[in-house]
């Protein structure tokens, strides 16, 4: 839902235009998120950098690394390195809960993206 934007000259002569607030469709977000960790090369480095640094094999040289990366990541990797269960990302992903700006955030780091490249508008 957009609304048009309304131009407003106020009484000390500054131009202000009337903000809207924005909408997050949590479905659609949601299938950028199973997109990213089904697509992202650094969030697919990244959790398997987590997943194997506690073994003591991984020194973070993801080109040379001895370990085979899958094309994808499962929700339960992923949830294992961002702190949480596979049906909390199960649920993100469905667009039947919403992510915390915490956690979108965490994402976007590791993914080396920005907050508009994840969220969708209604």
Request: proline content about 1%.
């Amino acid at each position: 839902m957009y609304i048009a934007v309304v131009h407003v000259q106020r009484a000390c002569g500054v131009d202000m235009d009337k903000i809207e607030r924005k909408y997050v469709d949590w479905t659609k977000t949601g299938k950028n998120l199973y997109l990213l960790r089904n697509d992202n090369l650094n969030l697919r480095r990244y959790v398997c950098f987590v997943l194997n640094l506690h073994k003591g094999n991984c020194d973070g040289d993801c080109i040379n690394c001895r370990y085979e990366m899958d094309n994808s990541i499962s929700r339960k990797e992923l949830a294992d390195v961002l702190g949480t269960s596979d049906s909390v990302i199960a649920n993100w992903e469905k667009g039947k809960t919403p992510v915390g700006i915490e956690d979108l955030l965490l994402y976007c780091d590791i993914c080396g993206i920005g907050l508009n490249d994840i969220l969708v508008f209604e």
